[in-house]
Antibody
Framework: EVQLVESGGGLVQPGRSLRLSCAAS????????MHWVRQAPGKGLEWVSG????????GYADSVKGRFTISRDNAKNSLYLQMNSLRAEDTALYYC????????????????WGQGTLVTVSS | QSVLTQPPSASGTPGQRVTISCSGS????????VNWYQQLPGTAPKLLIY???QRPSGVPDRFSGSKSGTSASLAISGLQSEDEADYYC????????????FGTGTKVTVL
């Protein structure tokens, strides 16, 4: 069974850091680009970041550029999101999502989603 | 933040046809394919339509997608109670070094 399981969320103070992880199983992880998508409470979906199969191509939403870093470890079938300088507006459910192809870009769409991990930024 | 505009809500009675619009621009819908996701209450999004009008295996054929110019539409024919959910369009956007953009979302209510 193809599965994505996120972890690492929690309550954190503004300005602090948090690292999210996504464990993949049931498919050949290094054949696919991966993404993080978030959803603030009661709000819509927002793409956060994407990474190609070999980490050669990476992108970020303007709202997180310079503060968040996406990475992957293909040997461990894992995706990560390092979040620094967190703000209240980063409060959201963070989803890990599998792309249809090895690169991220035009033609991308997400065939598998995790259940999400909740990040709450508050003092 | 969202660059794809959808109506906030849509509704219909069981068996009716409901259509959701998604308006974008030349840098996203105008030059890339459109995908649609369904999010049932309390669950993760699920791919509903890809490449403008293709249905993944397991998605009922009462769901259909179309695209024209810088706009796209999702149609649900023969509306069922289990279709009550949030629906999001999405596409790659070529501006600002490239990014994936979602629509504002539409809540479909089955009356």
């Amino acid at each position: 069974e193809v599965q994505l399981v996120e972890s690492g969320g929690g309550l954190v103070q503004p300005g602090r850091s948090l690292r999210l992880s996504c464990a993949a199983s049931g498919f050949t992880f290094d054949d696919y680009a991966m993404h993080w998508v978030r959803q603030a409470p009661g709000k819509g979906l927002e793409w956060v970041s994407g990474i190609s199969w070999n980490s050669g191509s990476i992108g970020y939403a303007d709202s997180v550029k310079g503060r968040f870093t996406i990475s992957r470890d293909n040997a461990k079938n894992s995706l990560y999101l390092q979040m620094n300088s967190l703000r209240a507006e980063d409060t959201a459910l963070y989803y890990c999502a599998k792309d249809i192809t090895y690169y991220y870009g035009s033609g991308s769409y997400y065939t598998v989603w995790g259940q999400g991990t909740l990040v709450t930024v508050s003092s | 933040q969202s660059v794809l505009t959808q109506p906030p809500s849509a509704s219909g009675t069981p068996g009716q046809r409901v259509t959701i619009s998604c308006s974008g621009s030349s840098s996203n819908i105008g030059s890339n394919t459109v995908n649609w996701y369904q999010q049932l209450p309390g669950t993760a999004p699920k791919l509903l339509i890809y490449s403008n009008n293709q249905r993944p295996s397991g998605v009922p054929d009462r769901f259909s997608g179309s695209k024209s110019g810088t706009s796209a539409s999702l149609a649900i024919s023969g509306l069922q109670s289990e279709d009550e959910a949030d629906y999001y369009c999405a596409a790659w956007d070529d501006s600002l070094n490239g990014r994936y953009v979602f629509g504002t979302g539409t809540k479909v209510t089955v009356l």
